[in-house]
């Protein structure tokens, strides 16, 4: 966790980072959109700038994940908005229904701060990452895309992570060009339990 700068993650209430995110998708559910954040309700912790990411998990299988790479406002109200996108707007799956509300498993990611990759080519850059550590985030012109770092469980082969970070981007596994950036952040996360 060197790369974490603004405050210490270590210290962070996991249980009520789960607790806001599980409640933002109940809300959801209700009002349609994320659980309002007042100020007065949180930790000075969860208080501070943040970016998470939320992933849903249903028997196992991905449900939904999406999140900020950046902190644009409160950790507490990052993560009601991340739950929330990740249950209602991740266009990959159809929104969270009523009945699945009580079966979906919900993990918070808070992201460090990131810190662009120097690199001079594929095999340099390859060399820098850290698998299980580093997640990952490819730019090309106005292409983004972003892997955390638990994608490394299913991809553990960094060739085969950046050729599927490619993919994700809208780029072919073999694609390569100077235009390209990679920026790595690292990740404090905390799980509901099955």
């Keep these: 966790m060197e790369r974490m700068h603004s405050h210490n993650l270590e210290d962070l209430p996991g249980i009520e980072l789960l607790r806001i995110g599980r409640d933002s998708i109940e809300y959801g559910l209700v009002h349609g959109k994320p659980l309002p954040v007042a100020r007065d309700k949180f930790s000075a912790a969860l208080m501070q700038p943040g970016a998470t990411f939320s992933t849903l998990r249903l028997e196992g299988e991905l449900r939904g994940c ?40 919900l993990e918070v990611s808070v992201l460090s701060p990131l810190e662009t990759i120097p690199f001079t080519d594929e095999d340099d850059l390859m060399s820098r990452l850290t698998p299980g550590v580093d997640g990952l985030v490819i730019i090309e012109g106005r292409r983004r895309a972003t892997f955390l770092p638990k994608v490394w469980e299913s991809l553990p082969d960094p060739r085969d992570f950046l050729a ?3 993919g994700k981007c809208g780029l072919p596994a073999d694609y390569w060009s100077e235009r390209l950036e990679f920026q790595r952040y690292s990740t404090l996360s905390y799980a509901e339990s099955a």
Excluded: I
Excluded at 76 to 105: G, I, L, M, T, W
């Design 66 to 105: 999406c999140g900020t790479l950046e902190a644009y406002g409160p950790l507490a109200q990052d993560v009601a908005h991340s739950a929330f996108r990740a249950a209602y707007q991740d266009p990959r799956f159809d929104p969270v229904r009523h009945e699945e509300f009580n079966a979906v498993r």
């Design 164 to 166: 599927r970070l490619k």
